[in-house]
């Protein structure tokens, strides 16, 4: 069986077609573009398949484009998410400070700022956009402030980020060069800023790995690598989080009634829309380095696999009811942030933009109607997400009213 992630049934609802998956027991065979050296790639389903491939880092490592390709994005891959063994605890030691739980909670009075404002103006309409007027806006201005990005530049970052945050398996020749060109034109904006930067005594991040550029701790390629991971991957799959958790809720009115009245719920339900819908539905690639088995197959050496964290948070083997949306759902030990050594390094925060975001906005949302007649799912079988959310806002006096009739 191969996966085919162009179908427009697949990018609707994948679901299905992980459950079919699952119930064979067996990995799903996906062709892979020809940035790759091998044909394709094996997908794995289910919860405890995707368990051994996040678990044996030892044996299963980060599988690269080919070589040429990587010429084309060097410092793209000079990353943690992108590195092995020493060298990806090395990068990744270098910024796990910025993002523990006590740094992100000293960001908390500035998430919650940004997000009144982006409501606050929200409320002033009658109609919005909730992805381009509210899940994009919020993440975007954070990772901005943190790694002190300018206001005006956001709008070109934004562009950036979707030239190259693509789905692997969707890969044109136009999206490609689109990629490569993005790549080069970040990666110039970000050392720039660096060489401006230098002078700064600010304590900040870039002043952060400055420092351990000046102690051996890392090079300028690998600084600006990593750079570029926290700017791409620090607001786009956490504008995913936001707005499949806002298209939930709006269409599951009685869990969006139950958070409304028990507030205290509200980081159940982040945790239940990170399993329901995980903005990303893939594990980066591995491959194995020796003969190894997952599940019920084997894998030899040299071939390219990856968990289906969508599937995996939907297998009736240890969810009750996997396909029901519950954020009172306990346990609910979903993979949304992987596990392991590359576990997602910003989960804190965006575990806390979400909860900031929705309960800014739920008050908003009780007063809403959707004007579109279906989800606006991206074209991306890796990042799961929405085009669009747009909503009517109703007045106070006109939703007591409805209400009343």
């Known amino acids: 069986m191969i996966l085919d992630v162009n179908n427009p049934e697949f990018t609707r609802n994948?679901?299905?077609?992980?459950?079919?998956?699952?119930?064979?027991?067996?990995?799903?065979?996906?062709?892979l573009s020809q940035d790759y050296d091998s044909s394709g790639i094996w997908l794995f389903g289910s919860y405890a398949d995707a368990l051994t491939i996040f678990k044996k880092s030892t044996v299963i490592r980060k599988y690269a484009p080919s070589q040429n390709t990587q010429e084309c994005t060097s410092q793209f891959y000079l990353n943690p998410l992108n590195r092995d063994g020493p060298d990806h605890v090395r990068l990744r030691r270098?910024?796990?400070?910025?993002?523990?739980?006590?740094?992100?909670?000293?960001?908390?009075?500035?998430i919650e700022v940004i997000a009144t404002e982006l409501v606050g103006g929200l409320q002033r309409r009658q109609f919005a956009d909730l992805?381009?007027?509210?899940?994009?806006?919020?993440?975007?201005?954070?990772?901005?402030?943190?790694?002190?990005?300018?206001?005006?530049?956001?709008?070109?970052?934004?562009?950036?980020?979707?030239?190259?945050?693509?789905?692997?398996?969707?890969?044109?020749?136009?999206?490609?060069?689109?990629?490569?060109?993005?790549?080069?034109?970040?990666?110039?904006?970000?050392?720039?800023?660096?060489?401006?930067?230098?002078?700064?005594?600010?304590?900040?991040?870039i002043t952060h790995l400055l420092v351990q550029e000046r102690d051996g701790q890392t090079s300028r390629d690998e600084l600006i690598g990593t750079?570029?991971?926290l700017l791409l991957a620090g607001h786009e799959t956490t504008i995913d989080l936001i707005g499949n958790g806002l298209w939930l809720l709006l269409s599951h009115p009685s869990q969006l009634k139950l958070?409304?009245?028990?507030?205290?719920?509200?980081?159940?339900?982040?945790?239940?829309?990170?399993?329901?819908?995980?903005?990303?539905?893939?594990?980066?690639?591995?491959?194995?380095?020796?003969?190894?088995?997952?599940?019920?197959?084997?894998v030899d050496p040299g071939q390219p696999l990856a968990a289906i964290i969508g599937s995996a948070n939907r297998d009736e083997k240890i969810f009750q009811n996997p396909d029901g949306f519950d954020i009172q759902r306990s346990p609910n030990p979903h993979l949304a942030f992987g596990v392991g050594a590359h576990n997602c390094i910003g989960k804190n925060l965006a575990r806390m933009e979400a909860e900031i975001a929705i309960k800014c906005i739920i008050e908003c949302l009780s007063r809403s109607r959707l004007t579109q007649t279906g989800p606006a799912w991206k074209n991306n079988s890796f990042f799961r997400g929405l085009e669009s959310l747009t909503i009517e806002l109703m007045s106070p006096l006109a939703t007591s009213r409805e209400a009343n009739t």
């Open 14 to 31: 994948p679901y299905p077609y992980y459950a079919e998956i699952r119930k064979s027991g067996r990995p799903i065979w996906a062709p």
């Open 94 to 110: 270098l910024v796990t400070a910025f993002f523990s739980m006590p740094a992100v909670q000293a960001l908390e009075p500035v």
């Open 131 to 205: 992805i381009n007027d509210y899940a994009m806006q919020l993440p975007l201005q954070v990772i901005a402030h943190i790694i002190e990005i300018p206001p005006g530049d956001l709008g070109q970052i934004r562009k950036w980020s979707k030239a190259i945050m693509i789905d692997s398996l969707q890969v044109t020749d136009e999206i490609r060069n689109n990629r490569i060109a993005s790549l080069a034109e970040l990666s110039g904006y970000l050392s720039a800023k660096i060489d401006a930067h230098s002078a700064n005594t600010k304590n900040g991040l």
């Open 227 to 229: 750079l570029i991971l």
């Open 259 to 298: 958070l409304l009245q028990r507030p205290e719920l509200i980081s159940g339900a982040v945790e239940e829309i990170l399993r329901y819908e995980s903005p990303a539905q893939r594990s980066t690639f591995r491959v194995a380095t020796t003969r190894i088995q997952v599940g019920a197959c084997i």
